[in-house]
């Protein structure tokens, strides 16, 4: 079982900065593919940012590629998103989510591919 609580979310002008952070309880965090989803109004829940177990390996939508990044810290149980450059259209509510830590090469970018997610965090990019 692993619990996820986001944090870092606000509102920042066009072009500004923000990080996410996800704080992560379990023994199996660093077992544990993550994923950074997003949702807009009036859109579905969308991968913008994924990361394998072990961190060797990192996915992004082609939406953020280059302004976003996404790491981890497994001896604090925490996974990151810087963003930088920030667009009105990352307005949205961002979710860390865990897989049930099968320490998968493979990067998982579909919402069913993970098993625990947190509560989300506002992002608000004003123009």
């Known amino acids: 079982q692993v619990q996820l609580v986001e944090s870092g979310g606000g509102l920042v002008q066009a072009g500004g900065s923000l990080r996410l952070s996800c704080a992560a309880s379990?023994?199996?965090?660093?077992?544990?593919?993550m994923g950074w989803f997003r949702r807009a109004p009036g859109k579905e829940r969308e991968c913008v940012a994924a990361i394998t177990w072990s961190g060797g390996n990192t996915y992004y939508a082609d939406s953020v590629k280059g302004r976003f990044t996404i790491s981890r810290d497994n001896a604090k149980n925490t996974v990151y998103l810087q963003m930088n450059s920030l667009k009105p259209e990352d307005t949205a509510v961002y979710y860390c989510a865990a897989d049930r830590g099968d320490r998968s090469w493979f990067i998982k970018a579909q919402i069913y591919e993970y098993d625990y997610w947190g509560q989300g965090t506002q992002v608000t990019v004003s123009s």
């Open positions: 379990g023994r199996t965090f660093s077992k544990c593919a």
